[in-house]
């Protein structure tokens, strides 16, 4: 006989956005801190208090249209503190110094709203959007379109151990890329 399921229990209420939350992530450090994106044209970094609550730690501020989706990059030797990044309805991926509510720099390339992020071990970034592509960037440049889906990425990774970029898409379609081709649908 199969265990009853876990039953869980509401633990924390974050409120502080003024329009529906588009994204949440988790940052690794400090510990229990969480990101969120928001049609508010914000994003947020919520920091847990000892009794499990939050509260905002810092609003990120700047986007000209909703930001869609957030991700945090691990401290490096040029960004010792790390890196928020977030993608944008109006087509720009900008990135933040985590006290800092502020863009430090932008980068662009997409035509429409970027819908993913994600950001690999050695800070490579590849980003999915509405218009249809995903994109890899390194050095805050834009190095690779990948290009063949017929409706909007949503969802983006990379699988550094066998370098692998992944792409999901509105058309159905799961894509798995090697050095910018489509190796498997």
Known sequence: MAEPAPVYKLRSMLQGHSMDVKHVSV???????LLTASRDKT???WYQH???????????????KYVSCSV???PSE???SGLIYTGCQDGKIRAFLPDIEDPLFQMDGHAENVTSLFVG????????SWD?????????KCTMTLTGHSFAVW?????????????????KLIKLWKAGVSTHT
Not at 132 to 140: D, G, P
Request: hydrophobic fraction near 40%; aromatic fraction near 8%; include cysteine.
């Open 50 to 64: 000892e009794d499990n609550s939050h509260s905002v730690r810092k609003i990120y501020k700047g986007h000209t």
């Open 132 to 140: 249809c592509t995903a994109k890899v960037w390194v050095n805050r």
């Open 155 to 171: 969802a983006v990774a990379i699988l550094p151990e066998v370098g692998i970029m992944v792409t999901a898409s509105a058309d």
């Open 43 to 45: 994003a947020r970094m």
């Open 78 to 80: 040029e960004f010792p």
């Open 72 to 74: 945090y990059q691990e």
């Open 121 to 128: 071990k050695f800070g490579t970034i590849i980003s999915g």
């Open 27 to 33: 940052v690794q450090e400090p510990s229990g801190a």
